[in-house]
């Protein structure tokens, strides 16, 4: 059973934008805290942003006021969206639950380049 589908990745120009859908299985999603990770070539996972079943939210250091967290309840469905892109934020991107997870998904890849 697929837990966790991550889309809109792609390649993008530095100071371009980007929207990222990540579809989860219910037993990940509901009344879980949920975030996204990436990976860069070489480089290990890491947290970039979180959001609670409420809506509060949380960024590491190098996306905060670039990009934004968000959810949909409903829909079981959490966003990224990544503005003023820079070459740095190349990875492919995870999501995942975060106080508790399922198998990782394929991820999407974010190429920023000229």
């Known amino acids: 059973q697929v837990q966790l589908v991550e889309s809109g990745g792609g390649l993008v120009q530095p100071g371009g934008s980007l929207r990222l859908f990540c579809a989860a299985s219910?037993?990940?999603?509901?009344?879980?805290?949920m975030g996204w990770y990436r990976q860069a070539p070489g480089k290990e996972r890491e947290l970039v942003a979180t959001?609670?079943?409420?809506?509060?939210?949380n960024y590491a250091d190098p996306v905060k006021g670039r990009f934004t967290i968000s959810r949909d309840n409903a829909k079981n469905t959490v966003y990224l969206q990544m503005n003023s892109l820079k070459p740095e934020d190349t990875a492919v991107y995870y999501c995942?639950?975060?106080?508790?997870?399922?198998?990782w998904g394929q991820g999407t890849q974010v190429t920023v380049s000229s």
């Open positions: 995942n639950g975060i106080r508790w997870s399922g198998y």
């Open positions: 219910r037993s990940i999603f509901s009344f879980n805290d």
């Open positions: 959001i609670t079943p409420g809506g509060s939210t």
